[in-house]
Structures are given as C-alpha cells and as structure tokens.
T-cell receptor, first 115, second 112 residues
Framework: NAGVTQTPKFQVLKTGQSMTLQCAQD?????MSWYRQDPGMGLRLIHYSVGAGITDQGEVPNGYNVSRSTTEDFPLRLLSAAPSQTSVYFC??????????????FGPGTRLTVT | GQQVMQIPQYQHVQEGEDFTTYCNSS?????IQWYKQRPGGHPVFLIQLVKSGEVKKQKRLTFQFGEAKKNSSLHITATQTTDVGTYFC????????????WGAGTKLIIKP
C-alpha cells in the first residue's frame, strides 16, 4: 500500500495563478481532509469529505475549492494564489467510526510558495 | 471560539532528561489524539485517549487525559535523539464529529 500520496512536493506560484494539489489514498478510507500548516501554528483544516460526492468547509476554506468524485482522490484547488497561501499543505485520510473519532494518516505534504 | 492551547512551545533537554507537553482545551473533549511530526516530515498518529482520567503507556511515553476531559499531557522518560520532533494534540470540534482542532505543538530539541 502506498498510503496517502501527494503531488507535487514543492511548488512556486505567482500571485493570481491557479493550481491543483493532488491527493490520493489506497486504503479505502471514507474520510479525507486538507490541512495547512504555518510556522508556530498547529494544523488548520481547510476542507474535508466524508465520502465520494460529499465535501464540507473546515476552519479556513476561503480561496480553496475541493471535489471528491471517487473514494481515492481528493484534489485541492487554489483559485487565485495569494502570498498568504504560502504554507505546507497536508492531505489526510481515515476510516469513519460511529462516534466520528478517527486516527488520521497523512501524506508527505506539498510546500507551496506564492510570490 | 473553541481553542486548544499547548505548552510549552519549545523544550530543550539534554539526552536522557525527561520531557512533558501539556494540552488544555477551552471545552470538554470527547477524546484527544496525539501526533508526532519529525523535522521535515508529516504528522504521525501516536495514540487516542477517550476515558476520563485515562493513562496509557507506549514504552517511554506516558499519555494522560484529565478527569474533566479538558486537558491532557504527554511525558517522555529519558529522551533519546529519536524523540526529536514536534508533538501535537488534537481534539474534535464541539459541533462536529468530523473536524479536529489542533494545538500549536511542542517542539522537543535535544541539546548537543
């Protein structure tokens, strides 16, 4: 099993450009999520999905879109990049339990710089 | 709004000394999770605590969940270089089973 994979590993964008960060998992997890991590801060949830065709906003969704057409894939789209979106982006997946509690498996991350 | 505070932000120890990080929530948590992130790496799940007053051990790591389920701690006995990294706690958002709120992490640094 590859686990959770993310591409690209590094990306530099100019302000106003758009791009898609890819995330895939091969563990048949229902739940997938995107976080951003900034220095000195914990992870902040951008968007999440509890199954194919279902997405919802997290704590910091502005400027980002997601879709979930299959169980395996959960791409994150930056609509018009801004320097404030410079960050490390992590994709995570997990099983869903009855109480909603879960351990999350993280991808290796994408380091994004917006100039 | 709901907050999870984690202290200290950094802890410098000599190899062999103990390390402790504390996590305090503004609300009662149904459970709390702990993760470790090595430098340049991604968070890796360590443990989940669910019961009030729960204590769990993993070799040199001891995890506690407070009686009121609003605080938690991770204690490492006799640190080793392999323990270097940032330790995060995370708990569920009040109104959602599907969102976690994270502490800012405690970075463990081993003094040369």
């Amino acid at each position: 099993n590859a686990g959770v994979t993310q591409t690209p590993k590094f990306q530099v964008l100019k302000t106003g450009q758009s791009m898609t960060l890819q995330c895939a998992q091969d563990m048949n997890h229902e739940y997938m999520s995107w976080y951003r991590q900034d220095p000195g801060m914990g992870l902040r949830l951008i968007h999440y999905s509890v199954g194919a065709g279902i997405t919802d906003q997290g704590e910091v969704p502005n400027g980002y879109n997601v879709s979930r057409s299959t169980t395996e894939d959960f791409p994150l789209r930056l609509l018009s990049a801004a320097p404030s979106q410079t960050s490390v982006y992590f994709c995570a997946s997990s099983y869903l339990r009855r109480q909603g509690n879960y351990e999350q498996y993280f991808g290796p991350g994408t380091r994004l710089t917006v100039t | 709004g709901q907050q999870v505070m984690q202290i200290p932000q950094y802890q410098h120890v000599q190899e062999g000394e103990d390390f402790t990080t504390y996590c305090n929530s503004s609300t009662t948590l149904s459970n709390i999770q702990w993760y470790k992130q090595r430098p340049g790496g991604h968070p890796v799940f360590l443990i989940q605590l669910v019961k009030s007053g729960e204590v769990k051990k993993q070799k040199r790591l001891t995890f506690q969940f407070g009686e009121a389920k609003k605080n938690s701690s991770l204690h490492i006995t006799a640190t080793q270089t392999t323990d270097v990294g940032t330790y995060f706690c995370a708990g569920p958002f009040m109104d959602s089973n599907y969102q976690l709120i994270w502490g800012a992490g405690t970075k463990l640094i081993i003094k040369p």
